[in-house]
């Protein structure tokens, strides 16, 4: 008879890694160690398939780079391992210390989106229960964008996912589903075949195109003066919806601030003909429209003005409030959970994520001597990263966990090792549909690896707060799930037998047009934003974006070479560069080596770059963006640096 090493079974867990998919993945699992990974097709979103990234995860699961076991930093800044208890012991007697001495303003908790399970929410009620300490605020992924709709409707909310078949146009107005939501693109082929038409707006050209019957091309931020054209034209035919004044407030001021220019001017703004103007309007109009909103466009010091140029236009036009329609920037994907454990009022002190180097730096009254980071890089993920090196390599202690040596870890004075996706044991929504679902170890992590949730316990028991977080990572689970959630076919025993889509969360967001505002009518924009330009001496829009192998650092794996930086062919003859040539790029800042790749099919007035780069490797795009923030949200505008390139 054939040993147990010959045993094949496959098992079922939920990538929660920071994408809006939350693809529940099947492993295929041989002596304890994965062979294969496929997408589940009982799953109603994943359908059978996964990303390249996940498909591919298997190079990092088992990668010979691992962090496996706890590291401490050398005086020689090498790092050599260290036992669990000794890295503990030292970690509980530094932050006593330190609380001691400073007080827990003096410690800043850095937790970030690397994981998108709920049970790291254990982790800040830890921080919260011993400080309570420094905390991050603001945002640099959708700050803007959940801002925007927070103030138009009360919340960020979209139509269920699936409610896209019953659209009759859809407006992808800057996102890439090819790459930040794959399993969109089933639904968006399903409307399709139910006579859904649809259209891209958007400055960078991608494959997203290759679906649309439209394409519009407006300049790198001109998103605001495009809506305000579509605005001017719908007014001067009137095409609004004959009711919007009923369930709109200042109707007549946006309408004024419409009016303010003439639909020419708005499309010379946005660098686009009249007629995508007009194009628009007539989409808008021939409803049910949907809207789906890609967060870069938030990404920008204009983007909550953005964002709530489109609420308004799916507004007024009768799109918001029905099947088919809405305008989708976010799906609240905590809504299922019980998180009221954490209200315990305002940390001493907060640091804003966008601005993380600068205000680390900047804190006084005490300092911040210590810093523990829980799923993130801030060095490789936020704006000017060698400010946010300098302001970590200049702290008395820092904690990092991970998996990986990233350009934070390596300012790290200990490392933790914790789970891969596939190790991970938790419950998660998504922020791209509805569902829910549970992550399940496929396999068992490498014997010195521990889950945020024992790290904590192991922390807090030397702290005194062994009672506050007891239990085992199934026990929370079930305490988190609301129970109203779990009375209605989505306890967690339920979700273990297959997704379940989240009982609280509406099919139609804002049905009957019945918004969460203070007056229950949706509030649209009064003011334009103020949309600077960039200097002559760097006229390019550096866009760093998402690729498919590449979301953010935590996908990154190893890299060879300058970074590629695509641009109009134009700009490439005007620098002396040809395709394949080494050049700098250049910002007021900094500047790295790129590799130039020549597309005649994007502007003339933007460059290029995967997102997620290594410093180390000379392949950060962040390095050449100043810090700055969004116009409400406190979001990172990380879209507005003008770079050059030069030969280099």
């Given amino acids: 008879?054939?040993?147990?090493?010959?045993?094949?079974?496959?098992?079922?867990?939920?990538?929660?890694?920071?994408?809006?998919?939350?693809?529940?993945?099947?492993?295929?699992?041989?002596?304890?160690?994965?062979?294969?990974?496929?997408?589940?097709?009982?799953?109603?979103?994943?359908?059978?398939?996964?990303?390249?990234?996940?498909?591919?995860?298997?190079?990092?699961?088992?990668?010979?780079?691992?962090?496996?076991?706890?590291?401490?930093?050398?005086?020689?800044?090498?790092?050599?391992?260290?036992?669990?208890?000794?890295?503990?012991?030292?970690?509980?007697?530094?932050?006593?210390?330190?609380?001691?001495?400073?007080?827990?303003?003096?410690?800043?908790?850095?937790?970030?989106?690397?994981?998108?399970?709920?049970?790291?929410?254990?982790?800040?009620?830890?921080?919260?229960?011993f400080g309570?300490?420094?905390t991050k605020r603001g945002d640099i992924c959708s700050g803007a964008g959940e801002a925007a709709q927070t103030a138009d409707f009360g919340e960020s909310e979209s139509n269920d996912l699936h409610d896209l078949v019953n659209a009759r146009q859809i407006l992808l107005w800057g996102k890439n589903v090819f790459v930040s939501s794959p399993?969109?693109?089933?639904?968006?082929?399903?409307?399709?075949?139910?006579?859904?038409?649809?259209?891209?707006?958007?400055?960078?050209?991608?494959?997203?195109?290759?679906l649309c019957e439209q394409y519009w091309q407006p300049r790198p931020g001109g998103d605001f003066a495009l809506a305000m054209a579509v605005a001017r034209r719908l007014f001067d035919r009137g095409l609004i919806d004959p009711g919007a004044a009923d369930y709109c407030d200042n109707l007549d001021q946006f309408r004024a601030l419409a009016a303010s220019r003439n639909a020419s001017e708005w499309c010379r703004d946005a660098d686009v003909p009249v007629a995508a103007a007009d194009d628009l309007a007539d989409r808008l109009a021939q409803g049910p429209t949907a809207i789906l909103v890609g967060w870069g466009m938030g990404r920008r010091e204009n983007g909550g003005a953005i964002v709530r140029a489109l609420d308004a236009l799916g507004t007024i036009t009768g799109n918001v409030g029905i099947a088919g329609g809405g305008v989708?920037?976010?799906?609240?994907?905590?809504?299922?959970?019980?998180?009221?454990?954490?209200?315990?009022?305002?940390?001493?002190?907060?640091?804003?994520?966008?601005?993380?180097?600068?205000?680390?730096?900047?804190?006084?009254?005490?300092?911040?001597?210590?810093?523990?980071?829980?799923?993130?890089?801030?060095v490789a993920m936020l704006p000017d990263s060698q400010t946010v090196a300098r302001a970590l390599s200049s702290r008395e202690f820092v904690v990092v966990t991970d998996s990986f040596m990233t350009d934070t870890a390596r300012l790290a004075h200990v490392i933790l090792p914790t789970p891969t996706l596939l190790e991970t044991d938790d419950v998660l929504g998504a922020y791209g549909h509805h569902y829910l679902g549970v992550a399940r170890p496929v396999v068992a992590p490498p014997a010195e690896v521990r889950s945020d949730l024992e790290i904590v316990q192991g922390l807090a028991a030397r702290?005194?707060?062994?009672?506050?977080?007891?239990?085992?990572?199934?026990?929370?689970?079930?305490?988190?799930?609301?129970?109203?959630?779990?009375?209605?076919?989505?306890?967690?025993?339920?979700?273990?037998?297959?997704?379940?889509?989240?009982?609280?969360?509406?099919?139609?967001?804002?049905a009957q047009r019945r918004f969460l505002t203070a007056s229950g009518r949706a509030n649209l924009i009064t003011e334009a934003p103020l949309d600077g330009r960039r200097s002559a001496d760097y006229?390019?829009?550096?866009?760093?974006?998402?690729?498919?192998?590449?979301?953010?650092?935590?996908?990154?794996?190893?890299?060879?070479?300058?970074?590629?930086?695509?641009?109009?062919?134009?700009?490439?003859?005007?620098?002396?560069?040809?395709?394949?040539?080494?050049?700098?790029?250049?910002?007021?800042?900094?500047?790295?080596?790129?590799?130039?790749?020549?597309?005649?099919?994007?502007?003339?007035?933007?460059?290029?770059?995967?997102?997620?780069?290594?410093?180390?490797?000379?392949?950060?795009?962040?390095?050449?963006?100043?810090?700055?923030?969004?116009?409400?949200g406190e979001g990172g505008a990380l879209y507005d640096e003008g770079v050059r390139l030069v030969n280099g």
């Fill in 1 to 129: 008879m054939a040993g147990a090493e010959s045993v094949t079974e496959t098992r079922k867990t939920i990538c929660n890694r920071d994408c809006p998919d939350a693809c529940s993945i099947v492993a295929t699992v041989q002596a304890g160690r994965v062979t294969k990974l496929a997408g589940d097709r009982d799953h109603p979103v994943t359908r059978g398939f996964l990303c390249w990234r996940t498909n591919h995860f298997l190079n990092l699961q088992y990668a010979t780079d691992r962090i496996v076991t706890p590291l401490l930093r050398g005086a020689d800044g090498g790092f050599q391992p260290i036992s669990w208890d000794a890295a503990l012991d030292l970690i509980a007697d530094r932050l006593t210390r330190f609380r001691a001495e400073s007080g827990p303003a003096s410690i800043f908790h850095y937790h970030s989106g690397g994981s998108l399970g709920i049970l790291g929410k254990l982790i800040d009620r830890f921080f919260q229960l």
């Fill in 132 to 134: 309570p300490v420094t």
């Fill in 183 to 210: 399993h969109t693109i089933p639904v968006l082929r399903d409307a399709q075949a139910r006579g859904a038409r649809l259209t891209l707006i958007d400055p960078v050209h991608h494959r997203t195109a290759s």
């Fill in 328 to 378: 989708s920037f976010y799906f609240k994907r905590r809504r299922a959970f019980d998180l009221s454990f954490l209200d315990g009022g305002p940390p001493p002190r907060t640091i804003l994520e966008p601005l993380f180097g600068r205000d680390l730096l900047a804190a006084e009254d005490p300092p911040v001597r210590a810093v523990w980071i829980t799923a993130g890089n801030p």
């Fill in 463 to 510: 702290v005194g707060l062994r009672s506050a977080l007891a239990g085992t990572a199934r026990e929370w689970k079930e305490r988190l799930i609301r129970p109203e959630v779990a009375a209605v076919n989505a306890s967690l025993q339920t979700l273990e037998s297959g997704a379940q889509r989240n009982p609280l969360a509406p099919v139609i967001s804002f």
């Fill in 539 to 632: 006229p390019l829009a550096l866009m760093s974006l998402s690729t498919d192998r590449s979301q953010s650092s935590q996908w990154s794996q190893a890299e060879d070479g300058a970074l590629p930086c695509t641009v109009h062919p134009a700009v490439a003859a005007a620098a002396g560069l040809a395709e394949g040539a080494t050049a700098l790029l250049q910002s007021a800042i900094g500047s790295i080596s790129v590799r130039v790749r020549c597309d005649q099919r994007q502007r003339r007035d933007v460059a290029i770059v995967p997102k997620g780069g290594h410093l180390r490797s000379g392949r950060c795009a962040n390095a050449l963006l100043q810090a700055r923030v969004t116009d409400i």
